[in-house]
């Protein structure tokens, strides 16, 4: 009797310990503008997260393992869940310099072009608007760098992303479900990137339109010859800038196309 009364103990604390890895939690925390995830209480302002509700995998891997298997297991699992949830955060900050960048590019290139357009109509002023239009190009490159790297870090992390999602997918009961919603996620956000690259391409033509015009056909002097090829810089500059911006969204696009042909 006294055997069977300790069994009956190991079975219920083994099925309390299953039941509550299958239903592992872990906490949120904002510290500095910058969520961070943890397995035990990261703050004062910490938000409890419970992630069978999100993740079901927890609670169909626990069916048939040990305790011990269960254990190892759930932990790691929770481990990968809340590296997902940071790189998602990481993801986002370099996003959000992304965004940065650019505004800080086109403003930039917007003040030099005022100025360059205030340049009076004589061969000093000619000068001026080909250097203004040199600098333009070089804020154009040094954004792009900027940028670049921005673009390599977020293509780091998404890698590794792909790599635990493969590990959960692999003993994931909803793929086929989960594959579809997110199949039509990501064709979504395609055209919405497709988009935005037709406007940038429109956007340049205009304006590339309105040099062209600016242009004389037969400079009469040297006033004339070195305001046009201020003018031929500031569409080189132009395109730069455009070509920076473009490449931003077809980065994502390649992404999203490679995350949608491995679904």
């Known amino acids: 009797m006294k055997s069977n009364s300790i069994n009956t103990h190991i079975i219920w604390a083994t099925c309390l310990f299953i039941s509550t890895a299958a239903s592992a939690s872990v906490y949120q925390c904002e510290k ?10 990261c703050g004062e302002d910490a938000k409890l997260i419970t992630i069978k509700e999100q993740n079901p995998f927890l609670s169909n891997a626990v069916q048939g393992k040990s305790t011990e298997s269960v254990y190892s297991q759930t932990t ?13 955060a990481e993801i986002a900050e370099h996003n959000n310099k992304i965004d940065t960048f650019k505004l800080r590019m086109n403003n930039e290139i917007a003040a030099l072009n005022n100025q360059s357009d205030a340049q009076l109509q004589n061969l000093v002023g000619a000068k001026k608007q080909a250097a203004i239009a040199k ?6 490159e040094r954004y792009a760098v900027l940028i670049d790297n921005e673009q390599r870090s977020i293509d780091r992390l998404i890698a590794e992303n792909n790599r635990i999602n493969n590990s959960f997918n692999e003993l994931s009961n909803n793929d086929e479900v989960d594959s579809f919603i997110r199949s039509k996620q990501i064709m979504q956000q395609i055209s919405e990137h497709e988009n935005k690259i037709d406007t940038y391409n429109e956007q340049l033509n205009q304006q590339i ?34 070509n920076t911006l473009i490449s931003v969204e077809q980065r994502q696009i390649d992404r999203l196309r490679n995350e949608l042909s491995q679904l």
């Not at 699992?77 to 998602?88: E, G, H, L, N, P």
């Not at 309105?210 to 003018?231: F, G, M, T, Y």
């Open 135 to 140: 600098q333009m190009s070089a804020v154009s």
């Open 209 to 242: 339109s309105l040099l062209e015009k600016q242009v004389s056909h037969r400079p009469n002097n040297l006033a004339d010859a070195n305001s046009d090829q201020a003018l031929v810089d500031k569409m080189s500059a132009l395109t730069s800038r455009f």
């Open 76 to 88: 790691g699992q929770v481990d990968s869940y809340i590296r997902t949830k940071q790189i998602a």
């Open 32 to 41: 500095n503008g910058v969520v961070e995830f943890s397995q035990l209480p």
